[in-house]
């Protein structure tokens, strides 16, 4: 089956947890755009609804779901038994054994997703080589299963991704009962049985869940085909979404990066930070050569929202983006040294930021920005939403700081999150630009570049809408991996080279398409090294020459990002993935209008004095404008500062070139 | 300097200790330190004292790190030391305890003058000497010391002492690139960190490491300053060489400042490897108050200033040259135990009972030496029943047994949690786990497994009435021949595959009644 494209209606449409999001571009590349309340009760009447409401009919109806996660989170799956090798059914709740937070005498790891009696051995062993060291007996498997009361049967035995043998005949049984299941080597083929072992459970527990949704969203026939969005930023067939909906986990923050990177094609920029700034979080993501970054797993369902470790790890590609607790709605207070933080505890949607008037107490960043003149009261939400200078003057007063405080140590987290996640990818930031998107991200996207270095942001038409626009801008792609450990000076180039086409080829087939794009990259470690570092294969034919230029590119990137590189140590090569991607959709953008703009009044901005203030959509391209300058849109506010110039590119873009002062 | 500027610059030093931290995890050749963890990174200012650590860091390493640079700075004064040296030493009396952990540390220098220091101690795989830590006297059999040296001198790389240390060790190409990736950790930091001297304007870091230590330390003391005066005592027992040891311990709480004094430990055993260096011991006793004091505090110089450990010279937690220290875990991973139970008394919602001693395995052959650790039963606390095989008092991680397999010929056919091994209580101790290994195939290829099993001797009580927790075990089975102990010290080396090592860590003693 392929993915082919044809022009004709296409939508979006992204659930988040408050708004449901819709793009739809006619044939003709009109684009329109809703936005309204999430129905959590049955997620896919407001998908429904929203989709009516757009009009017309529709050919492609691309999805992004926040429902996998919701599920996680609120445990609200199936009721999921684990097959594992005998002597193995703990694997689920020791996990690593590891302090998340080395001084908190009492933390706490999430409640395993399956209860102690449903964790079952079977007796069967595969050795590290796949070599069969106690068979599997099927009918223990079936004894094993019989009568008992479960929705769904994850299998985890030691050593599938080598051989998959006895996880296969265990589904088999498993499924020949009747029962959902899916095994290791399907959902998570890589060693590591605890993170394999997660990711699998993960998996099982939302797979009813998964099939009743996708069901539902495809009998509403709201499109001729339905695609979902995974979180690697490709597109699932309903088919494929059944089978591994853990896949879906981060399929909003994904369609976010290919919005971002989008504009980076359009734009013909090669090294591009996304900047996704919401109510809770700030998103940042690595965007080079028109694609986001793309790492090997997340986490998920964290007791400690921002603790690496106190969650689920669910294993499997997942766009490479860093998460901080810094957003509109991020609290402000003061630490036990009398030091100020900023999140990341938020106020939420309710009570909100104090300014929303709904009972909030707590000062927010929200409100620092309303008294320091970047917000209009009267504008927020296009004016649906009057924000309370008096209660945010109180909140924060009550904490004894300055509106500035807050709004700079909020900046400089989002700026030193960006800048480690950058560097840990060998990135030097000072030469990307920012691309900024999420209702408060342009407020803030001048003065992060500006701490980061940065020399130019860009933030887009609907800044507020992105991931719904970023549904659209997806290829279809499929990728495959496959392990052929081997010293880079012994290599068997003709066996990498038919590996090398034979998943090339399955990767048209699945594409269904001539004009594609195929990336091949490849994990290299330095023999017995414990990790790999992911590099680009050289263009041409399988070789020598190839195995030259793969040294020299592994060298440069390993010193790049490690600062030395030992002498004299072989280096291994343990796995090549190819990634066939056919063409990626034309995105049309927002139609511009002509004449000359002026600005709809002057506000008072701290520490910049009386500042213009424009309305977005009165902007002509071509336009340019000299900072301090305030841009304003319904979804979003955009800030221009002192000595920085803002220009309209064709299709609404705002360029702003950063001169002003490093703060 | 104002707040938000300090609260700017401090988050920044803590952010450029975790790309060390990064860099030594992505580039270790050794499971004990690429999926194990057992290491640390930390930036220090010109007079060595600690200022950030990166948050996954070994937290004994953190509290040890300042006394080898100032070893190593004693050795190297200042005038001496040169832009591109770097600076090495393993001597556990100023380092980590034990030979196996070595501390790298680099000076960063700019515009030719000192500026900070930038270092690490990560646990090598191997650091020679016996396998047989039952059977050693003193610390010459333990292993090659390396003294306060210099690894490279302005930029150039000492050949001979990586050539002496290579031929010294079993596996050297692991404990070489382990040190090299230590060594190009500090690269990347000194690098980060004069990028963000540039930035700030910064001369060098004394201005603001003062400030942050000052703010550290008078956090501290009003942490101290809360508990009530007085001085509270408490004890541990731990298995011991050839009979169990008592550890007594008395905190003293004077107004804002603590003393930590274990007057009346036992003298330094003879053999055995258990013996605790002060510089060890000292670390695990501020690692523990800092639990219970103020774990959300920052852990700098300025934090533990007003904490003072005293212990006995010559006693098992001051022992003096030459004594063996190599398994020294099995006495210091008490010092929490007693600390915690003699806190009780004034803070009894902010200690935890006895969590049972962890497990470190190695296994070892031709063309392997790797390592598996395994948590034990944490202690309950009020309101909490403990965690079921975590690691503590370390940050490191167990290691996945597939890649444990991976690299040794070694099948694990069993690795479980205990069930009821957690000390009975109002709220219950967490569940130890076991461990069955045998050898994957039957060829002529010996296979060494080495355990430091500790907790089999011992019941350590909890907390309030709460019971303690199952006992630790080991043992080896032979098909026909039944049981037998584990060898003293743990070493065993396997011939057959129906052979089988099985080692069992304890659980958590419970809290209540």
Same mark, same amino acid.
Do not use: M
């Given at each position: 089956m392929g993915l082919s494209r044809v022009a004709a209606a296409r939508v979006g449409s992204d659930i988040g947890g408050t708004f449901t999001d819709f793009v739809r571009i006619s044939p003709t590349g009109e684009i329109r755009v809703g936005k309204r309340l999430t129905t959590p009760d049955d997620p896919a009447r407001a998908v429904r609804e929203g989709v009516h409401e757009l009009g017309g009919p529709v050919r492609e109806l691309v999805h992004g779901t926040t429902l996998i996660t919701n599920a996680l989170i609120t445990r609200s799956g199936a009721r999921t038994a684990l097959l594992t090798t005998a002597g193995f059914r703990d694997t689920l709740v020791i996990?690593?054994?590891?302090?998340?937070?080395?001084?908190?005498?009492f933390i706490r790891f999430p409640e395993p997703l399956v209860p102690t009696e449903l964790r079952l051995e079977v007796d069967e062993r595969i050795d590290r080589d796949g070599n069969v060291v106690r068979p599997l007996d099927p009918a223990q498997v079936e004894a094993a299963l019989a009568g008992l009361d479960v929705e769904a049967v994850a299998i985890c035995f030691l050593h599938a991704y080598r051989n998959p043998l006895h996880e296969k005949l265990a589904a088999e049984v498993a499924r020949r009962m009747g029962l959902r299941c899916c095994a290791s080597h399907e959902v998570l083929p890589e060693i590591r049985e605890f993170d394999r072992t997660s990711t699998t459970v993960a998996n099982a527990y939302v797979l009813p869940l998964a099939e009743g949704y996708i069901g539902r969203m495809e009998s509403a026939?709201? !499109?001729?085909r339905l695609f979902l969005m995974t979180s690697s930023g490709g597109l699932a067939t309903p088919a494929t979404a059944r089978a591994l909906p853990i896949r879906l986990l981060e399929s909003g923050p994904a369609a976010g990066a290919l919005a971002a990177a989008a504009v980076a094609r359009e734009l013909g920029l090669t090294s591009v930070l996304a900047f996704d700034m919401g109510g809770t979080t700030a998103k940042a993501c690595l965007i080079e050569d028109g694609g986001p970054a793309v790492a090997a797993g997340m986490e998920v369902a964290r007791v400690h929202r921002f603790k690496a470790g106190s969650g689920l790890p669910v294993g499997g590609p997942t766009v490479d983006m860093i998460e901080i607790g !810094?957003?509109?709605g991020s609290i402000a207070r003061l630490d036990g040294l009398g030091l100020l933080r900023v999140g990341p505890e938020s106020a939420g949607a309710t009570p909100g930021p104090a300014c929303y008037g709904r009972g909030g107490k707590d000062p927010t960043v929200t409100d620092a920005d309303l008294l320091l003149g970047h917000l209009d009261p009267g504008y927020f939400l296009g004016g649906e939403m009057p924000l309370d200078r008096v209660a945010a003057e109180a909140a924060v007063g009550r904490l004894g700081c300055h509106p500035t405080d807050i709004v700079r140590v909020v900046r400089e987290q989002m700026a030193a999150a960006a800048r480690t996640h950058a560097v840990e990818r060998g990135k030097d930031l000072r030469r990307c630009t920012l691309i900024a998107f999420g209702g408060a991200g342009p407020v803030h996207a001048v003065a992060v570049a500006r701490i980061l270095g940065m020399p130019e942001v860009i933030v887009p038409p609907l800044p507020g809408v992105a991931s719904a626009f970023g549904l659209l801008a997806a290829p279809a792609a499929f990728e495959y991996a496959h392990s052929l450990p081997a010293l880079l000076d012994g290599c068997d180039w003709a066996a990498v080279g038919s590996l090398l086409e034979d998943m090339e080829a399955r990767g048209r087939q699945m594409v269904g398409q001539d004009d594609v794009t195929v990336k091949r990259r490849a994990d290299l470690r330095l023999l017995g090294q414990v990790h790999e570092l992911e590099v680009d294969v050289p263009p041409g034919r399988a070789g020598r020459a190839m195995g030259e230029a793969l040294r020299k590119t592994y060298a440069a990137a390993y010193v790049r990002r490690f600062g030395l590189m030992p002498e004299g140590n072989p280096i291994q090569v343990l796995n090549w993935r190819v990634r066939v991607e056919g063409p990626k959709p034309q995105m049309p953008l927002p139609a511009v209008p002509n004449g000359i703009p002026r600005p709809k009044g002057m506000r008072e901005v701290h520490g910049w004095g009386a500042t213009p203030v424009f309305e977005r959509n009165t902007l002509p391209a071509g336009f340019t404008l000299a900072g301090p300058v305030i841009i304003e849109e319904r979804e979003s506010t955009t800030l221009v500062g002192p000595g920085d110039r803002v220009a309209v590119r064709t299709h609404g873009h705002l360029q702003i070139g950063l001169g002003g002062p490093r703060p | 300097m104002t707040d938000v500027d300090l609260r700017v610059m401090w988050d920044r030093l803590v952010h450029i200790t975790e790309e060390c931290w990064l860099t030594i995890w992505r580039t270790a050749f050794s499971t004990i330190i690429g999926e194990a963890q057992d290491f640390g990174c930390e930036l220090l200012d010109p007079d060595g004292g600690s200022l950030a650590h990166s948050p996954r860091s070994m937290p004994v390493f953190n509290l040890s790190l300042p006394r080898a640079v100032a070893a190593l700075v004693a050795r190297f004064p200042r005038e001496r030391l040169r832009e591109g040296d770097v600076l090495v030493t393993n001597d556990p009396w100023v380092c980590?305890?034990?030979?196996f952990d070595i501390a790298v540390v680099t000076p960063v220098f700019r515009r030719g003058r000192l500026a900070g220091l930038v270092g690490s101690i990560a646990h090598c795989s191997d650091i020679g000497g016996s396998k047989d830590p039952a059977g050693v006297r003193e610390v010459y059999e333990e292993g090659l010391q390396i003294p306060p040296m210099r690894l490279y001198r302005a930029g150039e790389r000492s050949r001979d002492l990586l050539e002496l240390i290579a031929a010294n060790v079993r596996r050297p190409e692991t404990v070489i690139g382990d040190i090299q990736a230590q060594v190009a950790a500090n690269v990347v930091g000194a690098r980060r960190l004069l990028e963000f001297m540039d930035e700030c304007g910064l001369e060098d870091l004394g201005p603001l490491a003062a400030e942050i230590q000052s703010r550290s330390e008078a956090a501290m003391r009003a942490a101290i300053a809360a508990v009530p005066d007085g001085a509270y005592r408490g004890e541990a027992w731990c298995d011991g060489v050839d009979w169990p040891l008592r550890l007594p311990v008395e905190v003293r709480v004077a107004g804002d400042a603590l003393t930590v004094d274990f007057a009346g430990a036992p003298p330094q055993e003879p053999r055995g490897g258990v013996n605790c260096t002060y510089s060890y011991t000292a670390a695990h006793a501020a690692y523990a108050l800092k639990c219970v004091l103020g774990p959300d505090l920052p852990a700098n110089h300025g934090a533990y200033r007003p904490i003072e450990v005293l212990a006995p010279a010559g006693s098992i937690l001051a022992c003096e040259r030459p004594a063996s220290v190599g398994v020294r875990t099995r006495v210091g991973w008490y010092i929490a135990t007693a600390i915690f139970g003699a806190l009780a008394a004034a803070l009894p919602e902010r200690v935890k009972a006895h969590t049972a001693s962890p497990l470190s395995v190695t296994a070892y052959g031709e063309g392997f030496n790797d390592h598996m650790l395994l948590g034990g039963g944490n202690g309950a606390w009020r309101g909490g029943e403990g965690q079921s095989a975590l690691l503590f008092p370390t940050s490191a991680a167990n290691v996945a047994v597939e890649m444990f397999e991976a690299r040794t010929p070694v099948l694990v056919e069993r690795k479980r949690l205990l069930p009821a091994s957690g000390g009975a209580g109002r709220w219950r101790g967490g569940q130890g786990q076991e461990v069955v290994l045998r050898k994957l195939h039957d060829d002529d290829a010996p296979v060494l497994i080495a355990a430091h099993v500790e907790g089999a001797r011992v019941d350590v009580p909890g907390l309030f009435g709460g019971a303690p927790g199952a006992r630790a075990g080991g043992w080896v089975e032979r098909a026909g021949a039944g049981r037998a102990p584990l060898p003293q010290g743990g070493t065993v080396v396997l011939r057959a595959s129906d052979e089988r090592v099985v080692l069992q860590v304890g659980g958590g003693s419970g809290y209540g009644t």
């Open positions: 996990g690593r054994e590891q302090r998340y937070d080395i001084y908190d005498l026939g709201l !499109a001729d !810094a957003g509109g | 980590a305890g034990h030979l």
